[in-house]
């Protein structure tokens, strides 16, 4: 609606994607000389005041383009129309400035993110103009060693949760023999408190492909396929446009970029499963069988999909690639701490008062997200936990906020970053009820293969049901935790392994709430 | 005129067929299929297992087991509109459980079923994407933030009349 | 005597060499790559608690049991699906092992029925093992109904015949599902639901008797609680002893545990060390056991003077007096020759060769005949013809090496079941299947199968198709040369002869009513496999020109090199287990044991010495002969053993009179059959469980090569 009020007002109005300034949004961006001047958050009937005070004419005339991003899914670019009256600055509730000189990009390192909220996404031209391919041009003229061992060499590590680093994953699928290799891309986001997958997607959907493109000459892959979950049914019909632009463009099909490579990709839709978001669960999915998790070895590397070697990389992954291939992987690895290098996504969520996306390199604190970035919580209580890495991560008091961003500070704390997902709760919250929780939605989510999980899950909500009605606390709380060893030790995959992550976080941080 | 039941069943049989028969080429078929069905024909029908497991040539168990497996796939017809309240972590830091429970109560009817009219089918859902502007809603499709009760009562009567 | 309980290593064996040593709970022991950590343990004598592996099944690491600690390795993986590798460390017994392997335990005894007292399984349940082996002394989550969420009000699916499905004592370990699958073939059932709510389905969720399930009996045996449970089991109890014997009821030849509690038989249980089976069964050999308790089941010798009498049960000595003395009477009033005998094929060797040894020995004729010469004559002409020896060439584990599969005349899926399931397996895993046959039998389209090709021919035209075949072989230049140059006779001889136009695909396309392009792309097919395998039936045999479609099979085998190794060959699926044992035995009227020709006086010299007796030298009486002799009064009187030729042979009226002209006819059975009732003096039972027979020949037995 606010865009229909801009055309009408003479704008020539581009949607976009999130800046991931979710509570500016929607977001108004106006092109100027000076740069991208913002409104934000704005409603339709602002607008008409806007344009009355000279939002579509800054003064340093001729303005060419401005965007906005309407709540919640995206952007717009507007384009002004002539002779717009002088806005003057400071007037309107909504004026941000210069949205670059906003603190919160000021905070950030947009590597991965570089032109979401930025381009037209499903603009091949804008993709362009705005450096896409250029990873993609670099990688064809290169071999596909050289490629993997770029990858190595930037140090970017599995960004679905796990870690792993990619380029040695793609050594093992590049030295495997096969008739068919794949490249599939986990976009199956069902962490709460994650959205960067669907920002990504939506918002700049060129750049997985081209990561994808990228893998695929890396690895002998000629087929690939992005699991996206049925619960984003807009970031679906984006990635399928976007897919449909790059054959018409030569992107994708046979001898893409006049190279040899041959490569198609294909979207295919979950069906409401968390499950499908662990590896050989969406292999399993993607084959049109059960989610039901696969013992590993094999490794899908070596036996993926159909039994073909295959790369199995989450969306940033992936989208982080044509970046590491254009500027080079020295400059990726420059970022980061330690053994975690290159930028992280963030996603700021749940009750904090900006939330949104923050990509910065590795090493950010958790306050500083929290607190300086996200302005603490949206209901202006004290914080009291912070959940990070979604339903499988660990609970974290605001004691923890000194805690470095990285895979291995977080490791050595008993927590995980996982996708990248920190969800903010106040001090309302009952942490023995989210324990429950985290029992519950695995009870709910569980393929139900191995017992720990199938069984564990339904006990531990049963056992702090027990607990919390003061039945045989001690003993129900020493049961408990012998639950959650076996889950960590004995499940057969992360779901069950790692559900006892934000449970013992809970009893261990805030187990006064267990036993009142 | 009256309308044979087993035309119907008949005529049915032969669009999931047809649908079947389009997608069976996909590798791993089984999935866009169900999908289609559901799009298509509002919902999986047991009747359907029997069909798409013969265009697909595999066993009949092998498509419920599938089936039902999967939230997504309805197995009796669902209401003209779907609501869907996100239930994940960062929603119930906003207040989805209270939205939650407001809402079984406005609809009269649990998460998983529709109500009595047919006009709405209320769902559970662990998380949309829509971490920052919770709680969150998904209306057919359409994705709603920060939707209180209050906000939420106006979705429900504009597809309840819609 | 006692229950035989056959070691379960929890994961199929690999092939290969054992190469790769590694040390478990400091036992060294030496596995062939890609064996499981599991298997490897059970070899160096080490049990590791289990209970959703099996060796009969693909590991699938569920249960959560089996985890090990491993040097080097991060956690507690499982051992079932861990490979060995070279040098590996595995302690299968730690504190922390012992505590997680408990925890499981109580997790599922949570939602686990305590009835074991009154337990159809107990003492013969996995899961009632398991809790003892990991010494599970309490379940702290409350058992039974008090643990809170269970599933132990779900309703008993007892609607299949021989099996119970008890869904409450289920716990969702998948091996019924599994061994659905992998082991036989139809995947009837599935796992319907996720996490808690995961429970094993028949079909799209109906009893099983709606489903696809045929009743095999797979599930039941994979299973390791009492959910899927025989109803033998339930109504007579745990068996107690077992006696391993051969299923007497199609071809296959499946070796049986015949399980007993005291004399009365409990189930059958299909035995891992068959080779013909390795475990399986089909619903018939496994559950059709009604006939060893059945109340008509004839005990005790009966005689008859005349058809008109009634049955009268005698004592073993007035049975075999009777019969010795009227045999006797009627060859001194009518000669040596106007007596004989039938040998079955669905008896042992050993039950062979002393019939036919009888009627040489003792009757003094060579008047001894069986079916098999029958059904599967031209199979050991045409192999003689063509190989040199009239058996099959290949065992039946061999099609799990085939590359391309000619099935011919035959429909193993209702025939020959179990060796069905190995070879869906195999087409499963990627062979190409073509069909000769003008059925169409199930496997040209079944779940997960299709035929590249059917080739529905009019019935007659064998050899016609075959040589089609061979002719676009030949004419194509897809002759394996090297071999046929090595290995085989008059080659030339027989490509000039069968490139000859009449016997073109297109030539042959009208009689045969095969379109030619399929003939064509078929026998490319095969030409083209790695290893291409025949397999047949008595759609081969059973016509006029039986024997010369076994040559052409023979002919297209050999002109392509498929001959002389696994996964490949010319291979009979034969009417009855034993045909191949009851021919080697000699119950031929022209040949003795070993397929030598009674007018060879060499070979006469050695049974006769054996035997202390003189051996005619003349070939005695076929089948047929033997009914044309008795109508027309020189044939008098006849042993049949093991056969209801009343029943089964053909032109039923002719058989009649035949056996109404007989002045003795003695049966050789468990029942009063169809042939004893229409005209018998005597009737025997055999067999008992207490003295099963074992050793007869596979049918498909034995390995050949072209010369």
Known sequence: MVAERLTAAGADVVRTGSRGMLWLEPLVEVETPAGRVGYGPVAPEDVDGLVAAGMLAAPERPTRRAETSDSPEGGRVVHPGPASPAIRHGESGVYLGLVEDLPWMRRQQRVTFARVGVVDPLSADDYVTHGGLTGLRAALRTSPTAVVEAVVESGLRGRGGAGFPTGIKWRTVLGAEADVKFVCCNADEGDSGTFADRMLIEGDPFTLIEGMTIAAHAVGATEGYVYLRSEYPDAVETLTAAIGVARERGWLGERILDSDLTFDLHVRVGAGAYICGEETSMLESLEGKRGQVRAKPPIPALEGLFGRPTVVNNVLSLASVPAILADGAASYAALGVGRSRGTSVFQLGGNVARGGIVETAFGITLGELVEDLGGGTASGRPARAVQVGGPLGAYLPVEKFDLSMDYEAFTEAGAMLGHGGIVVFDDTVDMAAMARFAFSFCAEESCGKCTPCRVGAVRGVETIDRIRTGQDREKNLVLLEDLCELMTDGSLCAMGGLTPMPVRSAVQHFGEDFTR | ?162 | MSLLKEPDYGTPAREGEATVEVTIDGVAVTVPPGTSVMRAAKQAGLDIPKLCATDSLEAFGSCRLCVVEIDGARGTPASCTTPVAPGMVVRTQTEKLGKLRRGVMELYISDHPLDCLTCSANGDCELQDMAGVTGLREVRYGSGVDAGANHMDLLKDTSNPYFDFDASKCIACSRCVRACDEVQGTIALTISGRGFDSKVAAGAGVPFMESDCVSCGACVQACPTATLQEKSVVELGMPTRSVITTCAYCGVGCSFKAELRGDELVRMVPYKDGGANEGHSCVKGRFAFGYASHPDRVMKPMLRESIADEWREVSWEEAIGFTARRLREIQAEHGAGSIGAITSSRTTNEEVYAVQKLVRAVFGNNNVDTCARVCHSPTGYGLKQTFGTSAGTQDFKSVEKADVILLIGANPTDAHPVFASRMKRRLRQGAKLVVIDPRRIDLVRTPHIEAAHHLALQPGTNVAVLNALAHVIVTEGLVDRAFTEERCEEVAGWETFIARPEHSPEAVAEITGVAAEDMRAAARLYAGAGNGAIYYGLGVTEHSQGSTTVMAMANLAMATGNIGRDGVGVNPLRGQNNVQGSCDMGSFPHELPGYRHVGDDDVRDIYEQLWGTPILSEPGLRIPNMFDSAIDGSFRALFVQGEDIAQSDPNTQHVHAALAALDLVVVQDLFVNETAKSRTSCCRARRSWRRTARSPTPSAGSTGSAR
Request: charge should be negative; hydrophobic fraction near 45%.
């Open chain 2, 1 to 162: 005129m009256s309308i044979d039941v087993s035309d119907l069943a008949a005529l049915r049989v032969e669009r999931v067929r047809a649908i079947a028969g389009r997608l069976r080429e996909l590798r791993g078929p089984l999935l866009p299929i169900l999908h289609a069905v559901q799009h298509e024909l509002g919902h999986v029908d047991p009747a359907d297992v029997p069909v798409i497991a013969d265009v697909l040539n595999i066993a009949v168990a092998e498509v419920h087991g599938v089936v039902t497996f999967y939230r997504d796939f309805r197995r009796e017809p669902g209401g003209r509109a779907t609501v869907r309240i996100c239930r994940a972590e960062a929603c119930q830091a906003v207040g989805a459980e209270a939205l939650a429970a407001h809402a079984t109560r406005r609809l009269g009817v649990g998460f998983g079923e529709t109500t009595s009219d047919r006009a709405i089918s209320l769902d559970e859902v662990f998380c949309l994407g829509n971490c920052a502007l919770g709680p969150a809603v998904q209306v057919d499709g359409t994705l709603h933030g920060r939707v209180s009760p209050a906000r939420l009562d106006a979705l429900l009567g504009e597809v309840a009349t819609a």
